[in-house]
């Protein structure tokens, strides 16, 4: 008999159509660490809506959680769809995949405005410095240097996500590595748990447009740079008794909205990711280095999201019925007086 979390469901509930990303995409890796990362924290899938725009990464509804809703908006809009169906329901958990060319170049606008609301879902940029269902052009990631067979040579300089994600204020910005799939599945468990927009930039390299040893998106140089800030783990609120400490004075814990925690192991480097000058030093260094920092660079966990601020109605809004959802004639007399 296959394996059940505590929910009661085997991995394969978790799955999606088979992929049909070419073999080796790093958008591949990525899904499967969304499906384990669901699967071990015992999320019913049903609970899970799934965003994406348009792109190979945002094809990623269709592989995962079959028996979440998802929707694909517009190229670049979808943190506008993803805003609108949460606010209809608040009791979902977003989880939202996209490209750098789909979030970073057309969809910018949308990336920064979501964050600034601090809807709260998962944002994953599976980042591969092209648009590769395009055919390999170059996108608002790749750095300066970088010749694609099809597009030529890039002058111009690369935005970079975190740091944008930090200047609009994020309350969680992490970066990882589609061939480290140990921390890219760690910081989707802590991301699923985070109130408020969790931004993912993971480098997921383009096997076929993008992968040369020196391109800063490729598997190579991904394995050769990565350099971790912390050994992440992540403890849901109901298992903490049953995991065992690590060594003192070696750990920070970072406590989630839920109970839950995120346990940091200092590696060479004393950084607390609660710090947000540290953080906007730590992307910057590691941007005019060239380097591949990965890990938790920011948290926040105690802003409010959106849905705390908007004085929503405690039944969904989009299970009010039309009698619950019409106001009745002393309420509108009421609101057009105060009008006039
Ligand atoms: C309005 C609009 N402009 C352009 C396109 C063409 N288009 C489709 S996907 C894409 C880029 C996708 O790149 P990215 O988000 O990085 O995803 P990847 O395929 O690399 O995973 C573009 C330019 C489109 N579909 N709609
Ligand atoms: S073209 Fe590139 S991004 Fe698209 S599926 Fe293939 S390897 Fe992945």
Redesign the pocket.
């Known amino acids: 008999m296959a394996a059940t979390n505590k929910i009661g469901l085997s991995k394969s509930d978790y799955k999606g159509a088979p992929t049909t990303?070419?073999q080796?995409?790093?958008?591949n890796s990525i899904l499967s660490q969304i499906i384990a990362a669901c699967y071990e924290t015992d999320m019913l899938p049903e609970d899970i809506v799934k965003f994406s725009g348009i792109g190979?990464?945002s094809k990623a509804p269709t592989y995962m959680l079959d028996r979440s809703f998802g929707f694909n908006g517009l190229h670049g809009r979808m943190p506008a769809l993803a805003t609108g169906a949460l606010i209809g329901d608040p009791t979902l958990t977003g989880l939202a995949m996209s490209g750098d060319g789909d979030s970073i170049s057309i969809g910018m606008g949308q990336f920064k405005h979501v964050i600034r609301r601090n809807v709260p879902m998962v944002y994953i940029i599976a980042n591969?410095g092209?648009y590769?269902?395009t055919?390999g052009q170059l996108s608002a990631t790749s750095e300066v240097g970088l010749t694609l067979k099809k597009h030529g040579t890039n002058e111009l300089e690369p935005i970079d996500v975190c740091l944008e994600a930090m200047a609009s204020n994020a309350t969680f910005v992490a970066r990882a590595f589609a061939g480290n799939p140990k921390q890219v599945k760690t910081l989707i468990k802590a991301a699923l748990h985070h109130n408020g927009t969790a931004i993912l930039d993971i480098i997921s390299p383009?096997?076929?447009?993008n992968n040369a040893d020196d391109s800063l998106h490729s598997y190579a140089w991904g394995r050769e740079n990565k350099t971790p800030i912390h050994d992440l783990s992540f403890i849901p609120a109901r298992d903490e008794i049953m995991i065992e400490d690590f060594e003192e004075g070696t750990t920070q814990d970072v406590i989630m909205h839920d109970g839950s925690k995120v346990r940091l192991q200092k590696l060479e480097r004393d950084y607390d990711p609660t710090d947000r000058i540290a953080a906007v030093q730590i992307i910057e260094e590691a941007r005019a280095n060239h380097l591949l920092l990965t890990g938790l660079m920011y948290i926040s966990p105690d802003r409010p999201s959106l849905m705390d601020t908007l004085n929503l109605p405690e039944k969904p809004i989009n299970r009010l019925t039309p009698d619950e959802l019409r106001p009745s004639a002393d309420t509108l007399e009421t609101i057009n007086a105060a009008m006039f």
Do not use: D
């Open positions: 990303l070419c080796g995409c790093g958008h190979c990464s591969n092209t590769g269902l055919k383009c096997v076929t447009f």
